[in-house]
């Protein structure tokens, strides 16, 4: 196994995090804390074989599971588009086409890129728009006045290799749009869950590395410079995410649900105190250089 790196900033530095290690298909992965910009990542990544069954069933029945939550995730990224003139979108790893069907209203081209043959068929039918398979983009090269990536970058297993073939996407004059988790970045929330997760001595689990990066804001930012990109808008807000978002009877009946909204909510009280100590979600647009 060769010596962790952090994708995000290229450190070789780092120590143990507070998040440990998860057990998933008899292989065990370290999450490990790169020590330059704070960020977690998963070491070693998981490999094809592994991706494949991650994204499979087992991810359908995850995702499902947060369906309590209200999608908050797109409204910002759409905001972007409908301040620009219409052209061409790709989303890259689109998921349900929930974005892709929105852009399509504002007026834009829209293709979509998904990893699996099985997702890329149901969403080409179900959708009738062109949805590709991430391993064959060669007809997509340089066709996009806007690439989005909504909660797609926390999922790459080779970063570096990933995000070179979304820049491909790319005309010269095009945008990158991405948004996703910061879910190792400075806030309340995250402080407190870290403080009692060591404090149990939690340090493995049983469950899959569905992200495989956990993001501060920091590391974001300097991955998004090491690959070229020039930032024209960096913002981040704290959302509700992994606490509900709304007080209902189901959340006031079950004790960790309850203490998690509030926990959330005084964690966002701090943060408008002390906007440093904020955040877990961010948005950024950015162009190449």
Not at 56 to 65: E, I, L, P, T, V
Not at 159 to 164: I, M
């Amino acid at each position: 196994i060769s010596r962790p790196v952090c994708p995000l900033c290229g450190s070789q530095h780092y120590g143990a995090s507070w998040l440990g290690s998860t057990h998933y298909a008899d292989r065990r992965f370290e999450y490990l804390r790169c020590n330059a910009c704070g960020s977690l990542y998963c070491h070693p990544m998981p490999d094809q074989d592994i991706s494949s069954r991650l994204y499979g069933m087992d991810y359908a029945a995850f995702s499902g599971s947060q369906r309590d939550h209200p999608d908050t995730r797109l409204t910002s990224a759409l905001d972007v588009l409908a301040k620009r003139p219409p052209g061409r979108l790709i989303d890259y790893g689109c998921g349900d086409g929930s974005f892709l069907r929105a852009a399509a209203k504002l007026g834009w081209q829209c293709e979509g890129v998904e990893f699996s043959p099985e997702v890329v068929r149901d969403l080409s039918t179900a959708m009738g728009l062109p949805v590709v398979d991430a391993n064959n983009l060669h007809a997509l090269t340089g066709r996009a006045d806007v690439v989005a990536l909504n909660d797609v970058i926390e999922h790459f297993s080779d970063l570096p290799s990933s995000f070179a073939a979304v820049l491909r996407l790319l005309k010269p004059s095009g945008l990158i749009i991405a948004q996703g988790p910061l879910e190792a970045n400075s806030n309340l929330f995250t402080h407190t869950v870290a403080l009692h997760r060591r404090t149990r001595r939690a340090t493995s689990a049983t469950m899959p590395p569905y992200h495989v990066l956990l993001a501060t804001a920091r590391g974001q930012r300097m991955f998004f410079r090491r690959v070229g990109l020039r930032e024209l808008r960096f913002s981040v807000i704290e959302a509700a995410w992994p606490a509900p978002a709304r007080l209902t009877r189901s959340v006031i009946g079950d004790s960790r649900a309850l203490g998690l909204f509030l926990l959330r909510r005084v964690s966002r009280i701090t943060g408008a105190v002390l906007p440093s100590y904020s955040g877990n979600r961010y948005l950024y647009v950015g162009a190449p250089q």
